[in-house]
Nanobody, 121 residues
Framework: QVQLVESGGGLVQPGGSLRLSCAAS????????MGWYRQAPGKQRELVAR???????AYADFVKGRFTISRDNAKKTAYLQMNSLKPEDTAVYYC???????????????WGQGTQVTVSS
């Protein structure tokens, strides 16, 4: 089982950037797919970006060209570089890890506390 801790959120002005980190524990990190998700107030959690164990990435349309997901298996850490942030990107951001199907659907029994991202002037 992989345990995950998100960090790096904060308050940023529109057009700004943030880099989120997802630190994992457990020996299966390197073989797990990873996903970043977000949940805005009153909305369902949604998949933002995902990366396979081999580094293949995919993005939601609303972040394509602005966000980049990456991973460092040696550090057991995944990242989400967020550029050109918009007010509608405001949400709590979560990461999770597991089989590709679970990452795609967000079907996990447990989630971390997430990290708050607020985009506002």
């Amino acid at each position: 089982q992989v345990q995950l801790v998100e960090s790096g959120g904060g308050l940023v002005q529109p057009g700004g950037s943030l880099r989120l980190s997802c630190a994992a524990s457990g020996s299966i990190f390197s073989i797990s797919a990873m996903g970043w998700y977000r949940q805005a107030p009153g909305k369902q959690r949604e998949l933002v970006a995902r990366i396979s164990s081999g580094g293949i990435t995919a993005y939601a349309d609303f972040v394509k060209g602005r966000f980049t997901i990456s991973r460092d298996n040696a550090k057991k850490t995944a990242y989400l570089q967020m550029n050109s942030l918009k007010p509608e990107d405001t949400a709590v951001y979560y990461c999770n890890a597991g089989r590709p199907g679970a990452v795609l659907t967000g079907n996990f029994a447990s989630w971390g506390q997430g990290t708050q991202v607020t985009v506002s002037s």
